[in-house]
T-cell receptor, first 113, second 115 residues
Framework: AQKITQTQPGMFVQEKEAVTLDCTYD???????LFWYKQPSSGEMIFLIY????DEQNATEGRYSLNFQKARKSANLVISASQLGDSAMYFC??????????WGAGTKLIIKP | EAGVAQSPRYKIIEKRQSVAFWCNPI?????LYWYQQILGQGPKLLIQ????????DSQLPKDRFSAERLKGVDSTLKIQPAKLEDSAVYLC?????????????FGQGTRLTVV
């Protein structure tokens, strides 16, 4: 069965610093996809970035990049130049060959001014 | 492009009462999901529809939960009777096709409190 582990329940980061949110996964599928979503206090899940298991390049979307290390089954999210509006819950999720999203428990990120 | 619409945003009911949630996905999205998110946890898939057919409802407590997707568009999720442990945020999401390299778009959710 697929599993996502996010080991950081919470993080405090100074504004404008870079932050890395950890995500490790466990799957026996050869083909899978990894997502990161942001959930602000308003409750909506906001898509940030996607990495396919066969993608050779690390995904990037603006200030977000994904440090994908397939052999280590790691897909860490890097946010550069953090902003106050980045304060939110961040979830890592894997989609398996059954097209199901399996979610981690999330990391609460707080950006300090 | 309009996003995924959910209503109501908040609902408080007593245990053993019934409640229904409504979701209108993004136009043209074939796949619709209902998730339950308990405070402090990641979402848990309850049911997945492909057009108006159920793809997966293995984690739906069928003795009390039911869901339907009318004409492959709108969807309703019902709980009858509600229990205290059903207190959670219920998230509806849709995607253009079944997920692999396309993201799901989420509504703002319905926060249910059962007292």
């Amino acid at each position: 069965a697929q599993k996502i582990t996010q080991t950081q329940p919470g993080m405090f980061v100074q504004e404008k610093e870079a932050v890395t949110l950890d995500c490790t996964y466990d799957t026996s599928d050869q083909s899978y996809g990894l997502f990161w979503y942001k959930q602000p206090s308003s409750g909506e899940m906001i898509f940030l970035i996607y990495q396919g298991s066969y993608d050779e390049q690390n995904a990037t979307e603006g200030r977000y990049s994904l440090n994908f290390q397939k052999a280590r089954k790691s897909a860490n999210l890097v946010i550069s130049a953090s902003q106050l509006g980045d304060s939110a819950m961040y979830f890592c999720a894997i989609v398996d060959s059954n097209y199901q999203l399996i979610w981690g428990a999330g990391t609460k990120l707080i950006i300090k001014p | 492009e309009a996003g995924v619409a959910q209503s109501p945003r908040y609902k408080i009911i007593e245990k053993r009462q019934s409640v229904a949630f409504w979701c209108n996905p993004i136009s043209g999205h074939a796949t619709l999901y209902w998730y339950q998110q308990i405070l402090g946890q990641g979402p848990k898939l309850l049911i997945q529809f492909q057009n108006n057919g159920v793809v997966d409802d293995s984690q739906l407590p069928k003795d009390r939960f039911s869901a339907e997707r009318l004409k492959g568009v709108d969807s309703t999720l019902k709980i009858q009777p509600a229990k205290l442990e059903d207190s959670a945020v219920y998230l509806c999401a849709s995607s253009l096709v079944r997920l692999m390299n396309t993201e799901a778009f989420f509504g703002q959710g319905t926060r249910l409190t059962v007292v």
